[in-house]
């Protein structure tokens, strides 16, 4: 068993280029130890990989599609093709941030980075990646607009490994909507690293648009830390894609800190979405909440893992948790895991969770008023995720959510009645 | 009235002694330590068991063999080494009626407070007593008979009414569920056996009190309820141990089964020896308690768990039947160096089935208590209902309370609820009773008695009183 499994893993990697430096190959060494995980690992229970370690994935080729019009919300953006940045599709002049590339290795050790919550995809990504795109948003600096990250793929097979390092600096304010999207309707795996450096007294919003195709596969890991007085929020719209599993990790590492997790997800076919998120409170007086809504058609799954972990003398945390789903067919089905690890006494820590389907109150209170079933359906739903929406301040990127879930689910959440 | 504050009570709270830790002069019959084939057979023809069972064991052994200590569970403690166990004690005189039993023995039972004398009198309860690894004295029986009730030892069970034990052993637990379970199908020794016939409702509440005693050995019961059609049954079972350096292990099946329209109350007062102040000795607690539920019948698990180093425990209900009804009212105390993980399991397989989940733990010292729970609702079982409640009360800075639920749902007709809360003691709420003239100490004490009352209320009147006594809280220091 373990050794088809790592022969899975060598097919896996031969298909990648060799390793670039030092800190790639041993990358690539740890890699030779690890298997790819089964439901029978706790991390990974609900969620089967077959459909990325069965594929025989190749990695990703030049853009030939360049219009990237139908993807863009913001006026200053960078584009991340196959995985490497594309300076001709890229503008970010109206904004004082600076944009590296950097290579394998350069930035050496990171206090970023989650080594207790590594998998083999930061493995593999750490081994094969090709450049790291770093954002830095200089000391005291507020950026007047959202800065767009757009992540494009293309092609049959293809894997990429997309890798973006944002520092907030102190005192800096900034958003960053991160969109995924596809070039063509193929099998593509993105396997996706994102660190988030925040400084003390920063404000970063990080939003990640999840608008792949219908055959997109993506592991998306994003580490976080912040310092103290400062405010991280990151929220998770996914609304396409056939295998996502989002694993978010903030360690909150200063005090009066402030950190926000939202997501919503509307899935149909045979979708599997899976969020799992961490957060670790390390020192006191914190505050963070998380409210994910998922909206499940079809024969599609999803899963929810919140966790929590207060340390000891942590004191004075404040943490919320919030899963609600809705549940449109008989054949849709969810797990939920909201988890508490709790180590100190003065803490006010709660989780709900709920399933179930739409109210057939609320559906027939609507039908009275001369509204059809269908559109009453609609009216539900859109107020179940309104809250989440919500999160989502910048006018085009909403509208852009919002077209999509029109033309993938058709469901219109500014129905006019 | 000097204040009495939440650092007195947590202090009061860690230096409570052990009631239970006294230990009996009494002659055993112990066999050696170790576990084998051999030792299994001699258990089995110690007791003059039939072939099938010796069968049933043997498998189990193997089956056993085969697995490994699950680790999953959050809690940390030296693995028992399972050679260096006696798997067979049995106090060595048998008593042919409750006269001629040993003045040591009533003593022993007088100072755990089940006098079956005053019982018999006093509480109409029927006492099946099981120390170390057999049954003592069941009381009551004549009466239960009557009512083609059939209570007794486990042993006298196999004997007397093996089509039944034959029929429904195994049956909710299989041997393969887990590494306990079948180390328990391999060496169980006694435990409680209990049949309800076809429309009967037990007029008395049916309870079980076990104790280990000799040291260097391991307790393994097995319990096994069997309420058929339309009966009623309501199970009460007390545990305690003496206060012992070592850590004894304690790993016992419990299987419930409740046919057509039948209900089972089971109510759990543990009070295992928890170790001392520093950690040091009390019992591993590995049991596993299922029960299932067929048509429109009902099982409900309350627990008061007070005792224990290390308890992993789920008692769970299979609600197979359409329209049946599971109920989980837990209590968790962790003291000083106690560990707990504990919850339940409640797996909808049935149409219109229901089940609700309780849970409080209250965390003191430097204890961990974590509750694990598991919803699932099967994409068969419509309309099915949940709701789900935990919460944790920390005492100390030290303490740790963790959550755990799982909630799996492939049924869209489903309506599931879950919410936990983490906090210790308010200010404001100690305040305000303050301010409507109570002292402090009293506050502490309301305040502790109303978080658990939920699920105290769910316990017979009779074990009520001592859940209230055992929970550790001193509410007789605090509530006036």
């Known amino acids: 068993m373990t050794l088809t499994l790592s022969k899975k893993m060598a097919e896996f990697t031969s298909r990648l280029e060799t390793p670039q430096n030092n800190y790639q190959q041993a990358a690539a060494e740890r890699l030779e130890n690890m298997d790819f995980p089964s439901t029978r690992d706790e991390y990974w229970k609900y969620t089967r990989l077959g459909k990325i370690t069965n594929t025989a994935f190749e990695l990703g080729t030049k853009l030939t599609k360049t219009d990237i019009s139908s993807f863009q919300t913001c006026d200053n953006i960078i584009t991340i093709a196959q995985g490497e940045i594309r300076d001709d599709l890229s503008s970010f002049n109206d904004l004082s941030i600076v944009v590296e590339r950097s290579f394998p290795g350069q930035f050496g050790v990171n206090n970023v980075r989650n080594e207790e919550k590594a998998t083999i995809f930061t493995t593999i990504n750490d081994a094969y990646f090709r450049e790291e795109v770093v954002i830095t948003i200089p000391?005291?600096?507020?950026?007047?607009?959202?800065?767009?990250?757009?992540?494009?793929?293309?092609?049959?097979?293809?894997?990429?490994?997309?890798?973006?390092?944002?520092?907030?600096?102190?005192?800096?304010?900034?958003?960053?909507?991160?969109t995924t999207g596809c070039q063509d309707n193929y099998t593509q795996f993105s396997n996706c690293l994102i660190e988030l450096d925040v400084a003390a007294n920063a404000k970063l919003t990080f939003q990640n648009v999840q608008t792949g195709n219908d055959n997109h596969l993506t592991i998306t890991t994003i580490d976080a830390r912040q310092a103290a007085d400062s405010r991280l929020a990151v929220n998770t719209f996914t609304l396409n894609g056939l295998l996502v599993r989002n694993n978010v990790n903030i360690a909150v590492d200063g005090q009066n800190c402030e950190t926000h997790m939202n997501g919503m997800l509307v899935t149909k076919g045979k979708q599997h979405v899976d969020n799992h998120t961490f957060v670790d409170h390390k020192v006191s007086n914190c505050f963070s909440n998380e409210n994910y809504k998922y909206v499940l058609d079809d024969q599609?799954?999803?899963?929810?893992?919140?966790?929590?972990?207060?340390?000891?003398?942590?004191?004075?945390?404040?943490?919320?948790?919030?899963?609600?789903?809705?549940?449109?067919?008989?054949?849709?089905?969810?797990?939920?895991?909201?988890?508490?690890?709790?180590?100190?006494?003065?803490?006010?820590?709660?989780?709900?969770?709920?399933?179930?389907?739409?109210?057939?109150?609320?559906?027939?209170?609507?039908?009275?008023?001369?509204?059809?079933?269908?559109?009453?359906?609609k009216i539900l739903v859109g107020a179940f995720i309104g809250d989440v929406m919500e999160t989502i301040e910048d006018e085009a990127t909403n509208q852009y959510i919002k077209n999509h879930l029109q033309e993938v689910h058709g469901w219109d959440s500014d129905i006019e009645i | 009235m000097a204040a009495y504050t939440e650092e007195e009570f947590a202090e009061e709270l860690k230096n409570q002694e052990y009631k239970f830790g006294f230990t009996s002069e009494i002659e055993s019959d112990k066999i050696p330590a170790g576990l084998n084939e051999d030792i299994i057979r001699m258990i089995s023809a110690k007791k003059q068991e039939p072939e099938w069972l010796l069968e049933y064991r043997l498998n189990a052994y193997s089956v056993w063999q085969e697995m490994t200590e699950p680790e999953w569970a959050h809690v940390k403690y030296k693995k028992p080494d399972f050679q260096a166990i006696s798997y067979f004690s049995a106090p060595k005189k048998q008593y042919e009626s409750w006269d001629d039993v040993d003045p040591e023995m009533k003593a022993?039972?007088?100072?755990?407070?089940?006098?079956?004398?005053?019982?018999?009198?006093?509480t109409g309860v029927a006492v099946d007593f099981v120390m170390d690894s057999v049954s003592v004295a069941t009381s009551f029986k004549e009466k239960l008979g009557e009512l083609g009730i059939i209570f007794c030892s486990f042993s006298e069970a196999v004997q007397d009414h093996p089509e039944l034990v034959k029929k429904y052993l195994g049956t909710v637990v299989p041997t393969q569920d887990n590494f306990y379970a079948a180390l328990n199908s391999a060496v169980f020794t006694d435990g409680s056996f209990c049949y309800i016939p076809k429309g009967v409702r037990c007029p008395m509440e049916l309870s079980t009190y076990f104790r280990i005693n000799e040291a260097g050995t391991g307790q393994f019961e097995r319990t096994l309820v069997v309420a058929d059609q339309g009966s009623c049954v309501s199970y009460l079972e007390g545990c305690t141990a003496p206060q012992r350096d070592e850590n004894q292990l304690h790993a016992a099946v419990v299987e419930l089964i409740a046919l057509d329209d039948a209900e089972i109350k089971y109510s759990t007062v543990q009070n295992w020896f928890p170790g001392d102040k520093d950690g040091k000795g009390g019992v591993f607690n590995f049991v596993t308690k299922r029960g299932i539920c067929h048509t429109n019948s009902k099982i409900s698990w309350t627990q008061v768990e007070t005792g224990s180093a290390v308890t992993w425990k789920y008692p769970s209900c299979v609600l197979k039947g359409d329209n049946s009804i599971g109920e989980f009212y837990s209590v968790a105390v962790t003291n000083n160096f106690q560990q707990a993980d504990t919850g339940t399991k409640m797996i909808h397989l049935?149409?219109?089935?229901?089940?609700?989940?309780?849970?409080?733990?209250?965390?003191?010292?430097?204890?961990?208590?974590?509750?694990?729970?598991?919803?699932?609702?099967?994409?068969?079982?419509?309309?099915?209902?949940?709701?789900?409640?935990?919460d944790s009360l920390l005492m100390t800075d030290k303490c740790g309370a963790h959550t755990f639920p799982y909630i799996e749902c492939k049924n869209n007709s489903a309506k599931l609820e879950h919410e936990a809360t983490t906090s210790k003691i308010g200010e404001d709420q100690i305040f305000y009773c303050?301010?409507?003239?109570?002292?402090?100490?009293?506050?502490?004490?309301?305040?502790?008695?109303?978080?658990?009352?939920?699920?105290?209320?769910?316990?017979?009147?009779?074990?009520?009183?001592?859940?209230?006594?055992?929970?550790?809280?001193?509410?007789?220091?605090?509530?006036g």
């Open chain 1, 139 to 178: 000391k005291n600096t507020v950026l007047s607009a959202p800065l767009q990250v757009l992540v494009l793929h293309e092609g049959d097979q293809i894997i990429n490994m997309p890798r973006l390092r944002v520092v907030a600096e102190g005192s800096s304010e900034a958003t960053i909507i991160m």
């Open chain 2, 108 to 122: 022993t039972m007088d100072k755990l407070g089940i006098s079956m004398d005053e019982q018999k009198k006093l």
């Open chain 1, 300 to 377: 599609s799954t999803g899963v929810f893992n919140g966790k929590v972990i207060v340390r000891k003398d942590a004191q004075v945390i404040n943490a919320y948790q919030n899963n609600g789903n809705i549940l449109l067919s008989d054949q849709a089905s969810v797990d939920s895991k909201p988890e508490l690890e709790i180590y100190a006494d003065d803490v006010k820590c709660s989780h709900g969770s709920t399933t179930g389907q739409l109210d057939e109150n609320a559906l027939f209170y609507l039908q009275t008023r001369g509204i059809s079933k269908e559109k009453s359906e």
């Open chain 2, 434 to 479: 303050q301010q409507r003239g109570l002292s402090e100490e009293k506050a502490i004490g309301l305040i502790v008695n109303g978080y658990c009352k939920e699920v105290l209320n769910k316990l017979p009147m009779e074990f009520a009183v001592e859940a209230q006594k055992l929970l550790a809280i001193s509410l007789e220091n605090s509530v």
């Open chain 2, 350 to 390: 049935g149409k219109n089935t229901k089940s609700t989940i309780i849970s409080k733990g209250i965390s003191a010292g430097e204890s961990q208590n974590s509750y694990r729970g598991l919803v699932q609702i099967g994409s068969r079982a419509d309309n099915a209902r949940n709701f789900t409640q935990c």
